[in-house]
């Protein structure tokens, strides 16, 4: 296939790859903003160089820790010049040509942020991956976007290297954080005239997360990480310029480079990228860099919010957003959060194939167990199998249309994903009286029991409100009499014990909480369950038994 008279790639591999027209969401542009995206155009362009143009080049924006623990503080001109210097080494010594896909290794970090943007400004196409996905998982990865550079962290240099032998389309690859890369930085010019590129061209290739088992490539074009600055940002979460943002998603997941990367730098605000965002560390960098909007899953606010309560000093003032997506956030944990800081989460939906968040609330709006509404640029629905809405009140399948879409990179799932025009998430939702969407589960996590349709979410919402559990996951179990069964698998605190007593003290108490006809009739108890990298529990393991 020829490149379009509009494109900037030369290489033309992923237009190629984009699914075929028939198969692709409709896409909505009707925010005033959205109609006025221009046909060419290039996101860090928008970003950062004419930001640094305006004058804002002296303004805080990415900070960090260097690993002696020392504080690394970037301005926006600093950030431009090394993303400027890092576009000057892929295009001049490494032969990069605009549409050649450049794979990305590194934990959060001001210098992974500088290499997104040198490779967005090159017309390159970032491939963002998890810091611990191995030479295997690697390999995939690079045989799936035909992969030919690469810049990695120099401590993760190890499993590229060894799926290097396997990957024979990988040609270049570069370290940083005391590697190579830095020191060809400095023999590049300062400034780079950034690749003027098509609205309609690609410039990220985003892997889901694997909570499905398989992991799935998306595309997105500059129109849509620009749409995305449009919609749940400006309506919904209302930052500015003087925010600091932190929390601990990764870059390589769509939720981290939204709302750690592209959103502050939209309004002009700073950013803290720091390699450990665990439940331990970030209260501690929150205080030190005085973080005003948080980004981080359900699992992190209630195990820092535990932390807190059991006497960890940790000054969260500076705190005034809180953001939780990536999965569902139980309302034991909203108001857990709630109590201990005074600060209620801003919830939200998204999914790596859309980019970021499409159905939220903001806090005025925010209530435990809702998702929230439809976030202005987005249409949602609920569905029934034959693809025909339900009524408010009846659980469904969730269908979204917006400026962003899910486009797969040659896979055939995207029959499945795009219905009809509608992106089909994957998640049973309903519709209450007020207009909120209400997340049940995901739908191939409903569990059909003696006829009753149960959402797993729910009882692990409710086994959450004990104050024995630590973390549960709920699935169906094959039963001869019922077809299946709720099984919950429980992570208990410190001082209590798993045994029988306690299987039969929480199945009672979900009786007590919720219809009883949702109570799990087969509790295990385990010492942790299996997550993948950006916190999301990995039921389809459960069910496995791993």
Excluded at 428 to 448: K, P, S
Aim: charged content about 20%; some cysteine; aromatic content about 6%.
């Amino acid at each position: 296939m020829a490149p379009t008279p509009l494109t900037a790639h030369l290489d033309t591999f992923a237009r190629e790859h984009l699914p075929p027209a028939d198969q692709l969401p409709e896409l909505l542009f009707e925010l005033p903003g959205l109609q006025q995206l221009p046909l060419r155009l290039n996101c860090a362009t928008e970003l950062l160089t004419r930001r640094v143009a305006a004058g804002d080049g002296e303004r805080p924006c990415v900070l960090g820790e260097d690993p002696g623990g020392g504080l690394i503080r970037w301005s926006y001109a600093e950030l431009l010049e090394r993303a400027d210097r890092i576009a000057g080494v892929l295009v001049n010594e490494l032969g990069l040509v605009p549409g050649n896909r450049v794979l990305l290794r590194g934990a959060n970090s001001p210098m992974l942020a500088a290499c997104w943007f040198g490779v967005v400004k090159a017309g390159g196409i970032a491939v963002g991956t998890m810091p611990l996905l191995r030479a295997g998982e690697l390999t995939t990865i690079v045989h799936k976007a035909h992969v030919s550079h690469a810049l990695c962290d120099a401590r993760l240099l190890d499993e590229l290297q060894r799926a290097r032998p396997d990957c024979p389309t990988l040609k270049h690859l570069l370290t940083f954080q005391g590697g190579e890369l830095e020191q060809r930085m400095a023999a590049q010019p300062a400034r780079f005239d950034d690749v003027d590129t098509a609205a309609d061209d690609v410039c990220l290739m985003a892997f889901t997360s694997g909570t499905t088992g398989v992991p799935k490539g998306t595309m997105h074009f500059h129109r849509d990480l620009m749409a995305s600055l449009h919609c749940w940002p400006p309506h919904v979460l209302r930052a500015g310029a003087d925010d600091v943002f932190i929390g601990s998603p990764p870059l390589a997941f769509t939720f981290g480079c939204g709302g750690l990367l592209l959103f502050p730098l939209a309004v002009g605000a700073s950013t803290v990228l720091l390699e450990r965002a665990t439940p331990d560390t970030l209260p501690v960098a929150i205080a030190r860099h005085r973080a005003t909007v948080l980004f981080t899953a359900p699992t992190s606010y209630r195990a820092m919010a535990h932390a807190i309560s059991q006497g960890a000093a940790h000054d969260l003032g500076s705190l005034r957003k809180c953001v939780s997506a990536g999965e569902a956030l139980p309302a034991a944990t909203r108001t857990l959060w709630r109590q201990t800081t005074g600060i209620e989460i801003i919830d939200g939906i998204g999914s790596t194939e859309m980019f970021h968040i499409f159905i939220s609330a903001d806090e005025a709006h925010a209530r435990g167990g809702a998702t929230g509404f439809v976030v202005p640029g987005y249409r949602a629905v609920v569905l029934d199998e034959a693809g025909h809405e339900v009524p408010r009140g009846q659980v469904g399948r969730l269908a979204v249309k917006g400026p962003t879409g899910c486009k797969y990179l040659d896979d055939e799932r995207q029959r499945q994903y795009v219905q009809a025009g509608w992106n089909m998430t994957g998640d049973a939702y309903l519709i209450d009286e007020d207009g909120q969407f209400v997340y049940q589960a995901r739908t191939d996590d409903m569990i059909i029991s003696g006829g009753y349709n149960i959402g797993g979410p729910e009882v692990e919402g409710a086994l959450l409100l004990h104050p024995a559990v630590a973390e549960c996951g709920v699935i169906g179990a094959a039963d001869e009499e019922r077809g299946q069964v709720v099984k919950a698998i429980v992570v208990l605190k410190p001082g209590h014990v798993g045994d029988a007593a306690m299987a039969k003290l929480l199945q009672d108490f979900v009786k007590q909480t919720i219809a009883p006809y949702k109570y799990p009739r087969a509790v295990e108890f385990r010492d942790s369950l299996p997550r993948t990298e950006t916190g999301k529990l990995q039921r389809f393991r459960l069910r496995q038994g791993a």
